[in-house]
């Protein structure tokens, strides 16, 4: 199963900047692996520590948010609200066995399409490495 | 500001036109089409956004620059009332203010950018790489081009110059750069095509043409020319011309007789037969060719070669007949009467030219071109032992090499002028030399000599060359008594050829030149003959193929005009060419050697006619035309239109001339940087590691050239040490004439210098040398301290001497400290902090606009009037006006479009296009019916995902009821499909798979609004430019993650819901509170824009500060002015005025506020106002000091006391025989740590207005850095030139002030330049104390505006929105924002009443949409958790519940994530709606394998 694993990841992305960057990634032509598929969200404060869990449940991988940099929010600090509630669902995985580096938050600006692919990459090698999520497997018993 | 007056207000044209789309033009642009003006955006590029866009972060919050613009690009690109004219100039304007007519001229952007759909596809094919003028030059970019990702319109465009010069050179025109291009591609057969355009014979003029378009190569320039025959020969050796298809048109019924076919009748029956038009060649000699097949030796041109590209044209249909020539058998009367209805006279000219002298008729004597005939026609001829050739031309040197050929054993050039003047090529003469041909120069032959009839030796006399004569030629002439003899048995003259005309002599009609030609019309080659044309060497003598190759094309034009009946000469006149414009050499254009064609080994080629040029092989050709410097940008290869799938490339798009009627013009065309170039202190031009500082904002922007990784030009190494230059074009009128400041180089610096630490991987040492540091603006001091503080940045005060290149691409600087000390220090890097110029053209605009310019070339404004201009109706905003940072360009810009709103007030909405929307249609209560439309975008998706799959695919998905896929899906046709399905599917929720919505999504919802859809029903899947374009090379991959992003996209669809945005009245009213300049300006601004004004001030007195100020920093009176505003305000009929009044209770919301005023001081009344938007001016004033003994003294003054005297006590300071003066008295300190911006100003206009009522006053002025910014540093030249003293001191060492016992003022301060203590007795002691904002807190908490540690009031954003709050609707303008002077305290002013006239202009406010919604108010707990984490504030808790305006919530969500009951919801981003979509991911139906396949 590891050899051919592909983890499923999902990112929620503000509008402003991580989501402008990884339309730039696209323009600047950047590869980077499919794994990863975004959800556009207009401010990363929008996302709540259930989206996160709620993805996790659903057998995803990873999850991460990416936002703006730090004291660039469009929305004053958006960014670091959610980075508090990233932090608090890392602590939920420890708690429960699993390993926090699932979910992960990040921050970039809208110039930065190197940086998007950047970390579309790192998230998926790190998830990779982490291999299939326990509740996904559960879940696949489950169904089968 | 000005009134309309002479016209009638009703009449003025409710449009404005704004000259430049940077940030500045932007936000005019914005707020005019806001206020219900129709704008017309003029830009000179081929995208707006300005060098805002070009930057990497902006100062002093470190945003990015690139995000905060592009949301405005997108605004300003997609709004209704804002057309945008880019690569636009104006030509003039006419008219006056309110009615203007102004002209425009808009270049062709070769890309129609309706059809555009900016997918990159003529880019990548595109063979020519230019400077990527956006990257300043760092590296390069197609001539098919898009300014840059996020430009609008988003489009790509086309850059063209004038034709390159070796298409100017070629006779025929030839697209040389375009093929050239092809070449470099390895595209030959798409070469040809280019080439055949004109030529029909690629291979035979790929080797005998005699290249003037490699004379004429700019590569010259750099090393050698580009060898673009033999890049010509390679294309035509790779691919065999026979097989280019060649368009024909439909045969026509009419023929034409050719004589000769040579290259000119060759080229007349292939450009006649592409045209439709069969002919047929008459020949004289046994094949066809003409000179090329009997002049040219097969040495120089294989006879296949020539064999087979004349297959070329009889492939076409064009038939030849040999071995009948023109002549009693055969007339061009016989001609025309066998139904040829032209004929085309191309004989060409193979008669030799005799030598005339004795001896000629003997046996042994052969004309070159008769020996040439010979040889060519039978592969040999009669050759001597010993053979002399006479002349210096090509035909001569290919006799010589033929008599080599054949075996002769001696053969002898004879030539009369020397080497350098001989005509034949180089080439060939070396390569006779090669074959040990004899050349004799300067020698002529008098006599053959003759024995027996034959020919035995040949008598020369030497020549020499005469002096220049005016022609600038030197003329051979023989020397006496030089006469030799040498022994030869064969002469073949070679001096030049002439057209046989014995088979002309008879046709009726034809007229003849003296030199022996037949005479033609210049430009249609019309004989006098009617039908009969003429060309070639016939009519032109002896010239190259290449012309006579244009002269059968010309013919064969005329022929065709002449048979259609139409006017031959029309439009074919000789244009009037100007100095042409062509791509600048870059100064880092490497030296690249030109290929070298290799050869026959020369011992085969004695042995007979093989050929001796081998050709070049295919990687040599790609290096060669790597060398092409694409003069003429665009190389017209036309790639790109056959890549452009949606046919949007028009090569043929010719520029267009406009004219716009608008009531107003307001300038914002920006600025240039200074170009150190020309300046070799700084060693910019010769050294890649000294940047300009534009150039490292490229360096450091993640979209740069390196992608933000700091490394520098010359060897991608990451620096460890860099330095930046101040100061480089501004305060300098040695090295340039700019004396004034720029403004902004100090605070970008200091940015930069942190910016490069942030981005650098190591510890990076950075150093800003400087003469003064201005960082005056808010927040920038501290920004500074910090950057000294915290990140180490090195400031050193002191005066670079050079920068001079050291060892390993370093640089050596020399510079002088304060105290004179010499130091050398070595960098890796140099930043030049360039200053701000005009733009190039300043001085021709203001002359088509009628304005006048200042003596810096900027444009000349009033303090009082700072964003008008000389012209009535014409407005200026920005740094066209004075270098200035964004902020402040962006107050002006509101302000100009204040200044215009109020001139056409009356015309407001009159052009102001709104849409015509259908009833939306009411879906509720009905299941989910989602129409999917799955976008190809040309190849861009389709040619990596399969389409038609994911089109399928997303049929299967729940509540699909419609799919579809479109080649593009945004095209208007699609559009309007779009339209018709959605109604006759009845289809509620729509999807379109295709780009992103940050660029397409308004356009979609515009759509299916407009078939009666609420436009929140509306999803996407961007499956281009974060899918197909990321795998473009694994289609697996990219149909799977389409599929899986359709997939969400429906999840969510299924879940959306119409929002309804509720229009909400407008009170038309503005509340101002403050009553100084700034409040003034506003109410009356408001007012006379036709809207009501609420003046509150707390005392009984209008002026605020502005009372005690006597004159602004450029001499205008403050005091009439001041009077003249109070009584506008008070005889205004809609500004109401409440004198001694405050606000005590503010409520409402955007749009419909009410403010409870309370007058009066014993007696107290109370009125409640109703508005619709606030604008609070509440003034600062001067701190009291209480540093230097202040109160202590009656001569201790503070700036404005010093005002108070000068008017009333003038005797006193001109008695005064020392004044000092002491800077940053409060300012700048550890308490405040902000700099009051005026101060200096103020310090150097009191000094100068000293030292002119006594230029024997002594004046000092102790001060820390003079801050006189833009063009304020006039009056510290001027002031220095007076005579005035500057003593600086560092913040720690103060100067000292000590009271003597005799009440006398002691002064004592350090003089670093003289290394000594300084003690004064002044008479008069004068602080420049700081400025602090009026005492308000209690006003800001009413109306929540927060303020800075500082105590002023904080903006929305310190960069775009320098006016606004960040509460909708409430605006500020004064010194209750930020220390600032009358000009900038009046454009503020009116900047916050555009920005309120945003608002007000409105039917009604708009609200909801993507808003916090409380859903269920009854389970509200009252946490307050919402509005804690509200950024804005806009929560309240209200009967027991939260309430949540929808008017004034930004739709960020973060309550709706806070909220622990869930309460709350942010529309159209439901819990129920992202959760769906992510549940749509991981719940694939249909997925079989593994995600990532």
């Known amino acids: 199963m590891t050899d051919t694993f592909e983890p499923r990841i999902l990112a929620y992305c503000c509008k402003y900047c991580a989501y402008a960057a990884a339309d730039l990634a696209g323009s600047m032509r950047l590869a980077y692996p499919g794994n990863i598929k975004i959800i556009q969200v207009p401010c990363t404060g929008r996302v709540d520590v259930l989206h996160l869990l709620k993805a996790l449940e659903d057998g995803a991988d990873g999850v991460c948010v990416a936002g703006c940099l730090e004291g660039e929010c469009h929305f004053v600090a958006g960014n670091l609200k959610v980075k508090k509630r990233v932090q608090q669902v890392q602590d939920i995985l420890t708690r429960i066995g699993m390993d926090p580096q699932r979910v992960a938050m990040f921050n970039l600006s809208s110039a930065m399409g190197a940086r998007f692919a950047e970390i579309a990459t790192e998230m998926t090698e790190r998830v990779r490495n982490l291999g299939p999520s326990p509740i996904g497997a559960h879940l696949s018993r489950l169904v089968n | 500001m000005s009134q309309v007056s002479h016209m009638d207000k009703q009449r003025a044209i409710g449009a404005v036109m704004v000259v430049g789309g940077g940030i500045a033009g932007i936000q005019a642009s914005l707020d005019l089409a806001e206020a219900g003006f129709l704008v017309h955006l003029v ?156 030529l029909p014979l690629p291979g035979v003029l790929g080797r005998i043409c005699p290249h003037g378009c490699e004379d004429a190569c700019r590569r010259s320039q750099v090393d050698q020319p580009v060898a673009i025959r033999d890049l010509k020969r390679l294309a035509a050796d790779r691919f065999d011309p026979r097989q280019i298809k060649i368009a024909c048109l439909p045969p026509r019924e009419e023929k034409v007789a050719i004589i000769g076919a040579g290259p000119a009748g060759l080229s007349a029956a292939y450009h006649l037969a592409r045209s439709g038009v069969r002919s047929v060649i008459y020949e004289a000699l046994p094949k066809p060719g003409g000179m090329l097949r009997v002049g040219i030796p097969d040495h120089r041109l294989p006879p296949e070669i020539l064999d087979r590209e004349i297959a070329v044209i009889t492939g076409l249909g064009v038939e030849i007949l040999c071995n009948t020539p023109l002549g009693p058998e055969l007339t061009v009367d016989d001609l025309l009467e066998k139904g040829y209805r032209a004929v085309y006279l191309a004989m060409g000219a193979h008669k030799g030219i005799p030598l005339g002298i004795p001896g000629e008729k003997a046996q042994g004597v052969l004309q070159g071109v008769d020996f040439l005939r010979e040889v060519n026609l039978t592969e040999k001829a009669q050759v001597g032992r010993k053979v002399a050739i006479i002349g210096g031309g ?158 059968g094309r010309e013919a064969a034009e005329s022929i065709l005009r002449y048979l259609d009946g ?47 040029a081998l050709g070049i092989d295919t990687e040599s050709g790609r290096l060669e035309a790597e060398r092409c410097l694409n003069c003429g940008g665009c190389s017209e290869c036309f790639q790109c239109v056959e890549a452009c799938i949606a046919k949007a490339v028009q090569h043929d798009m010719p520029p267009m001339w406009k004219t716009i009627a608008v009531g107003a013009v307001i300038l914002a065309p920006g600025f240039e940087t200074f170009n150190p170039a020309p300046h070799a202190p700084y060693s910019y031009a010769a050294h890649p590691n000294v940047v300009t500082s534009l150039e490292f904002e490229r360096l450091l922007s993640a979209s740069g050239p390196f992608q933000g990784h700091l490394v520098r030009p010359s060897d991608h190494r990451e620096p460890d040490k860099i330095a930046w230059l101040q100061c480089v074009g501004s305060r300098d009128i040695n090295q340039c004439d700019h004396e004034y400041c720029s403004s902004v180089c100090c605070m970008y610096a200091a940015k930069q210098t ?54 390993d691409g370093d ?115 009905e299941p989910p019916r989602i129409g999917v439309f799955v976008c190809n975008c040309g190849i861009n998706i389709g040619g990596s995902a399969d389409v038609p799959s994911v089109r399928d695919y997303a049929s299967s998905l729940p509540h699909v009821v419609h799919v579809e896929d479109n080649l593009f899906t945004c095209s208007q046709d699609n559009q309007d499909r779009m339209k018709q399905v959605l109604a006759e599917k009845n289809i509620n929720r729509v999807v379109v798979a295709s780009c992103s919505p940050r660029t397409h999504e308004p356009l979609f919802q515009e759509t299916i609004r407009e078939a009666g859809l609420n436009p929140y029903l509306f999803e996407m899947a961007n499956i281009r430019d974060q899918n197909t374009w990321v795998h473009m090379h694994n289609p697996a991959m990219a149909t799977a993650k389409a599929k899986d992003l359709v997939r969400m996209a429906v999840a969510k669809a299924a879940h959306i819901e119409p929002l309804h945005q509720v229009t909400l009245g407008i009170e038309p009213a503005v509340l101002v509170v403050g009553g100084g300049i700034a409040g003034m300006e506003a109410a009356l601004g408001v007012a006379d824009q036709g809207y009501q004004a609420y003046l509150v001030e707390r005392s009984g007195e209008l002026g605020g500060v502005a009372l005690k100020l006597s004159r602004t920093w450029q001499g205008a009176a403050v005091g009439p002015y001041v009077a003249d505003l109070v009584r506008r305000v008070q005889g205004h009929p809609r500004v109401r005025l409440f004198l001694h009044t405050e606000a005590v209770d503010f409520s409402g919301i955007l749009g419909n506020f009410r403010t409870e005023l309370i007058t009066g001081k014993e007696r107290l009344t109370s009125v409640t106002a109703k508005h619709g938007a606030v604008i609070l001016a509440t003034g600062g004033g001067e701190r009291r000091p209480t540093e230097y003994h202040y109160g202590d003294h009656p001569d201790i003054l503070t700036h404005l006391e010093l005002d108070a005297v000068m008017e009333q006590d003038p005797e006193r300071v001109r008695k005064a025989g020392t004044v000092a003066f002491i800077q940053c008295v409060g300012s700048r300190t550890a308490e405040r740590p902000y700099c009051s911006r005026v101060c200096c100003t103020y310090t150097l206009q009191s000094a100068l207005a000293i030292k002119e009522r006594n230029s024997e006053t002594a004046v000092f ?51 670093h330049i003289l290394n000594r203590t300084v003690m004064l007795q002044p008479d008069l002691l004068v602080l420049a104390s700081a400025i602090l904002p009026n005492e308000n807190r209690e006003l800001f908490e009413l109306f929540k505006v927060p303020v800075n540690s500082d105590g002023f009031l904080v903006e929305a954003h310190a960069k775009l929105r320098p006016v606004d709050f960040a509460s909708e609707g409430i605006f500020m303008a004064g010194l209750a924002h930020y220390p600032k002077s009358i000009d900038e305290t009046i454009a503020q002013a009116r900047a916050a009443v555009a920005r309120a006239m945003t608002l007000l202009a409105k039917d009604g406010i708009r609200a909801g949409g993507v808003v916090a919604h409380v859903r269920d108010p009854d389970q509200c707990a009252c946490c307050l958790v919402c509005v ?43 819990d129920e709606q992202l959760l769906a979509k992510s549940h749509a991911l991981f719940q694939d139906p249909v997925r079989s394998i593994a995600a990532g396949d």
């Open chain 2, 43 to 198: 830009e000179r590029k081929s995208a707006i956004g300005g060098v805002m866009a070009q930057l990497d972060k902006t100062f002093p919050t470190n945003d990015c620059s690139m995000c905060i613009i592009s949301p405005k690009l997108v605004e300003a690109g997609r709004h209704l009332n804002i057309e945008l004219h880019t690569l636009t100039e104006i030509e003039a304007v006419s008219g006056a203010a309110g009615c203007f007519q102004v002209q425009l001229l808009e270049h062709p952007r070769f890309i129609d950018p309706q059809k555009c759909t900016a997918c990159g596809e003529c880019a990548k094919v595109c063979p020519v790489e230019l400077p990527n003028t956006f990257d300043q030059g760092l590296q390069n970019r197609r001539a098919a081009f898009k300014l840059y990702p996020q430009g609008m319109p988003s489009a790509y465009a086309i850059q063209k110059m004038d034709p390159a010069p070796c298409r100017l050179a070629c006779p025929a025109g030839l697209n040389v750069q375009g093929y050239v291009q092809m070449v470099k591609q390895g595209k030959y057969q798409e070469a040809l095509r280019i080439i055949m355009e004109e």
């Open chain 2, 394 to 551: 090509n035909v001569a040197v290919d006799v010589a090499r033929s008599a080599v050929r054949l075996g002769a054993a001696e053969v002898t050039i004879i030539y009369r002028r020397t080497r350098r003047e001989m005509p034949a090529w180089e080439e060939e003469i070396q390569a006779a030399e090669q074959e040990e041909v004899r050349i004799i120069y300067l020698a002529a032959p008098q006599e053959v000599l003759v024995t027996d009839g034959r020919v035995t030796g040949l008598r020369l006399i030497r020549m020499e060359l005469s002096a220049p004569d005016a022609s600038g030629r030197r003329r051979p002439i023989p020397v006496p008594g030089t006469e030799y003899d040498v022994d030869i048995d064969q002469v073949i003259p070679a001096i030049g050829q002439q057209p046989d005309l014995a088979a002309l002599g008879e046709v009726a009609g034809i007229q003849f030149s003296r030199w022996g030609t037949v005479e033609t019309d210049g430009v249609t080659y019309a004989t006098s003959r009617e039908g009969v044309f003429a060309g070639g060497d016939l009519q032109s003598g002896p010239w190259i193929a290449i012309g006579a190759i244009d002269a």
């Open chain 2, 566 to 612: 139409r006017d031959l000469v029309a439009g074919r006149e000789p244009k009037a060419a100007g100095e042409p414009i062509h791509r600048p050499i870059s100064r880092r254009e490497p030296r690249r050697p030109r290929v070298h064609m290799p050869e026959l080994a020369e011992e085969k080629r004695r042995t007979g006619f093989q050929e001796v």
């Open chain 2, 754 to 807: 942190v910016i490069a630490k942030e981005h650098s991987t190591k510890p990076l040492d950075t150093a800003v040398f400087y003469m003064d540091l201005r960082t005056f603006g808010k927040e920038f001091d501290r920004y500074c301290r910090r950057a000294e503080a915290e990140h180490g940045v090195r400031f050193i005060r002191s005066r670079v001497h050079t920068v001079e290149p050291a060892a």
């Open chain 2, 811 to 925: 640089l050596r600087l020399r510079y002088v400290l304060e105290s004179g000390e010499i130091v050398e220090e070595v960098f890796d890097m140099v930043v030049l902090s360039v200053g701000l110029t005009p733009v190039a053209d300043a001085a021709r605009l203001a002359e088509r606009l009628g304005i006048e310019l200042n003596r810096h070339g900027f444009v000349r404004s009033g303090d009082l009037e700072p964003v008008g201009t000389s012209r009535e109706g014409i407005f200026v905003c920005g740094a066209f006006q004075e270098p200035k940072d964004i902020p402040q360009a962006v107050m002006e810009a509101s302000a100009a479009a204040a200044d215009a709103g109020h001139l056409l007030s009356a015309a407001r909405g009159s052009l102001a296009r709104v849409r015509e929307l259908p009833p939306e249609k009411d879906f509720a209560g």
């Open chain 2, 1261 to 1311: 002025v102790f001060y820390r850095d003079i801050r006189s910014y833009g063009f304020r540093e006039t009056l510290y030249t001027e002031a220095r030139r007076a005579g005035v003293l500057f003593i600086r001191y560092d913040e720690a060492l103060p100067p000292e002030m000590a009271l003597t016992e005799d009440r006398r003022m002691v002064l004592t301060g350090r003089d």
């Open chain 2, 1428 to 1470: 804690r984490s509200c950024p804005y504030g806009v929560p309240k808790v209200r009967e027991g519940r939260a309430v949540i305006e929808a008017a004034e919530c930004h739709g960020c969500g973060i309550c709706a994530a806070e909220c622990p009951a869930k309460v709350i919801t942010l529309q159209h981003f439901t």
